[in-house]
């Protein structure tokens, strides 16, 4: 067995599921992609994972010396960073205690957290963001993902529930909330709400191309500027040192960057944090979560060490 250590890295999604082995200089390899469907809607989705992660092990692991293993879940975790609480998109994912299963059925030390926190790990070392400071990371896709760093640690909370800025109410919102609230501001500032403002307001327009064809229609720019007001919210509560923008919406050909970053900067407070806003996009990546992943369960395992 050779001296160098991966982590096994695994991003778990609705669709898809990722994995590869992250080395301890964050680079990539052995990286697999499948579709998720064999456990989504099983009865029996923590056994199914588990049998992913011994085969992943069994073939592409086979030799190595396979540090950890470090899962991020589209899903609330406790605390303690164990158990997988929801998975709102996944069935069976739910009270699911991850950590100690994969511990007794593998023997490897094993680290969860959430898909955006892994994603935030990936973006600050892509982008050369350093671990002092405070960096503030907003995903838009289905949903608003949100993930804050403080000085090199993730922002948890209490009940890990934190960073949660999808779910902050709204006056005068309309619609219920995957969280069962009907107050949040995930009702309009969501790629879910982008496609009902396509289906209502653009005629049916098709959505990868509503920036390229719309970024002008008033309904595109109130669209943008409605997202601006969670984004500045987080902004004016943190001063963060860097501010990652990303997900699959941000990621569509012709997002209107300009006026996103216009619209953050009318509801920034003046003349801080608005006149020192440093915006960093990520860089779109099939592979991200999962070298996010490696990089969490590295500096994990450097904790407990
Ligand atoms: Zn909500």
Same mark, same amino acid.
């Given at each position: 067995?050779?001296?160098? +250590?991966?982590?096994?890295?695994?991003?778990?999604?609705?669709?898809?599921?990722?994995?590869? $082995?992250?080395?301890?200089?964050?680079?990539?390899?052995?990286?697999?992609?499948?579709?998720?469907?064999?456990?989504?809607?099983?009865?029996?989705?923590a056994d199914k994972?588990?049998? %992913?992660?011994?085969?992943?092990?069994?073939?592409?692991? +086979?030799?190595?010396n396979i540090a950890?293993?470090?899962?991020?879940?589209?899903? =609330?975790?406790?605390?303690?960073?164990?158990?997988?609480?929801?998975? &709102?998109?996944?069935? @069976?994912?739910?009270?699911?205690?991850?950590?100690?299963?994969?511990?007794?059925?593998?023997?490897?030390?094993?680290?969860?957290?959430?898909?955006?926190?892994?994603? $935030?790990?990936?973006?600050?070392?892509?982008?050369?963001?350093?671990?002092?400071?405070?960096?503030?990371? %907003?995903?838009?896709?289905?949903?608003?993902?949100?993930?804050?760093?403080?000085?090199?640690?993730?922002?948890?909370? *209490?009940?890990?529930?934190?960073?949660?800025?999808?779910?902050?109410?709204?006056? #005068?919102?309309?619609?219920?909330?995957?969280?069962?609230? =009907?107050?949040? !501001?995930?009702?309009?500032?969501?790629?879910?709400?982008?496609r009902e403002v396509?289906?209502?307001?653009?005629?049916?327009?098709?959505?990868?191309?509503?920036?390229?064809?719309?970024?002008?229609?008033?309904?595109?720019? *109130?669209?943008?500027?409605?997202?601006?007001?969670?984004?500045?919210?987080?902004?004016?509560?943190?001063?963060? #040192?860097?501010?990652?923008?990303?997900? @699959?919406?941000?990621?569509?050909?012709? %997002? &209107?960057?300009?006026?996103?970053?216009?619209?953050?900067?009318?509801?920034?407070?003046?003349?801080?944090?608005?006149?020192?806003?440093?915006?960093?996009?990520? !860089?779109?990546?099939?592979?991200?979560? !999962?070298?996010?992943?490696?990089?969490?369960?590295?500096?994990?395992? *450097?904790?407990?060490?």
């Amino acid at each position: 067995m050779s001296d160098k +250590k991966y982590m096994l890295g695994i991003d778990i999604g609705g669709t898809n599921i990722r994995a590869g $082995l992250v080395g301890e200089d964050y680079n990539l390899s052995d990286f697999i992609i499948e579709s998720s469907t064999q456990i989504m809607d099983a009865e029996h989705a923590a056994d199914k994972l588990l049998l %992913f992660v011994k085969r992943y092990l069994d073939d592409q692991g +086979k030799g190595k010396n396979i540090a950890g293993i470090s899962l991020g879940f589209p899903s =609330t975790i406790d605390r303690d960073r164990k158990v997988v609480l929801s998975t &709102p998109n996944i069935a @069976g994912l739910d009270n699911v205690p991850v950590v100690d299963t994969i511990e007794a059925q593998v023997g490897i030390p094993t680290y969860i957290d959430t898909d955006v926190d892994m994603l $935030l790990r990936h973006d600050m070392f892509k982008g050369s963001i350093p671990d002092e400071g405070i960096t503030a990371a %907003f995903y838009l896709g289905t949903g608003l993902g949100n993930a804050i760093a403080i000085n090199g640690e993730l922002l948890i909370g *209490k009940n890990g529930a934190a960073a949660e800025l999808g779910h902050i109410p709204s006056r #005068d919102v309309q619609g219920k909330c995957g969280c069962g609230n =009907t107050s949040c !501001v995930e009702l309009f500032a969501s790629g879910k709400h982008l496609r009902e403002v396509c289906d209502t307001e653009l005629g049916g327009a098709f959505i990868g191309n509503v920036f390229k064809e719309h970024s002008e229609d008033p309904a595109i720019r *109130k669209f943008i500027h409605d997202l601006a007001i969670p984004v500045a919210a987080e902004i004016n509560i943190l001063d963060p #040192d860097y501010i990652i923008i990303g997900g @699959g919406v941000v990621q569509m050909p012709g %997002f &209107p960057k300009e006026q996103l970053e216009t619209a953050i900067h009318e509801y920034a407070r003046k003349p801080y944090p608005e006149q020192n806003l440093d915006f960093v996009y990520s !860089v779109p990546g099939q592979e991200n979560g !999962v070298i996010g992943a490696g990089i969490h369960g590295f500096k994990q395992a *450097k904790k407990r060490a």
